[in-house]
């Protein structure tokens, strides 16, 4: 039997190997419209729950001049993944 070189697939790449034969797939990597929990977006920007609550009081839209996009639903307070991340990099500056 002759050896055969193997390739190298990226960590996304699942290979399934049955006796029908090899398959090859590509994992979805997390969508950028997930929808999060307060305490998943706390873990997201490493900070308590009970900072990410301050964020999204009515208090805060008027103190921050960007605050945190939110969505209050019947069952809490959900937040999309994307929506996080591009406030978060609106909360970047640029030191001189």
């Not at 308590?48 to 939110?70: F, G, Q």
């Not at 809490?76 to 591009?86: D, H, K, N, Y």
Request: positive net charge; charged residues 25%.
């Amino acid at each position: 039997m002759k050896h055969r070189e193997g390739i190298t697939l990226p960590a996304s790449f699942v290979v399934t190997v049955s006796h029908s034969g090899t398959e090859v797939s590509q994992q979805d990597a997390p969508a950028d419209s997930d929808i999060l929990t307060v305490a998943e977006v706390a873990e997201l920007l490493k900070c308590k729950p009970s900072s990410i609550y301050n964020l999204t009081r009515i208090r805060a839209r008027t103190r921050y001049d960007c605050p945190i996009p939110v969505m209050r639903l019947p069952m809490g307070l959900r937040f999309r993944r994307s929506s996080v991340l591009a406030w978060l990099r609106s909360q970047e500056t640029n030191a001189a």
